[in-house]
């Protein structure tokens, strides 16, 4: 489909006050993970693209991420009795549950999983945090809209794992919020015709991780 023209002024990215949302992008969410979502691996080669161009541009990056202890506790009730019973999925100290790979601004970057379960952020870089979600929405019971309104940014790129569940409720969040949304549908995993339609409904950009790069001038080519 190629990229809209005609963005409405009310809606339209403000790229030099932008931010970037990468969401659930962690190793179990990939191609054999122990949460292996479809669709996330052919994606991330475009996520990755987009993390290069915000840092190319100076702007913000918050990689949210979820992390299940392994009683379950801190898990969505549907999910509570397969981490109990031994669910190995995105448990904290383990591997599955690291960034992936792409992501990463150094190779030998590991995630603070008591620091983020405490509610603090982890900085990678002076414009690139981490932040633990406890539910499927990044903005719900965290430190996020806080952290956007300090740095003065009124506009969201998001893009991630997986539509359905978490970005999904991400992205209405920050809809709630007045936020401008741009979703780069080629990063983001589960997005279906009907699903993009219904974004476009509430104000949502829709556009490839190429024209979210060359939106923010950064010379960097997914």
Known sequence: MPERTDI???????????????????????????????????????????????????????????????????????????????????????EGSQLAAPLLPDPSVELDHARLLAGGLQHLGDDEVVLYKPRWGAFYGTALDAHLHDLGVDTVVVCG??????????????????????????????????????LRAIGVVLMSAAAVADGLGAGATP
């Open 161 to 198: 794992a997986n539509f359905p569940n978490c970005p999904r409720a991400t992205i209405y969040e920050a809809s709630e919020r007045d936020l401008r949304i741009v979703v780069a549908e080629d990063a983001l995993s589960g997005l279906y015709p009907k699903g993009a339609d219904e």
């Open 8 to 94: 409405p002024d009310d809606v339209a990215p403000h790229w030099t006050s932008s931010a970037l949302v990468t969401v659930d992008v962690q190793r179990d969410t990939l191609d054999g993970g122990a949460l292996e979502i479809a669709g996330t691996s052919r994606a991330l080669d475009a996520m990755a693209g987009l993390v290069r161009a915000f840092r190319g541009a100076g702007r913000p990056i918050v990689h949210v991420v979820r992390l299940y202890l392994p009683d379950g506790s801190n898990a969505e009730p549907v999910r509570r009795a397969v981490i109990a019973g031994g669910g190995p999925m995105l448990q904290p100290g383990g």
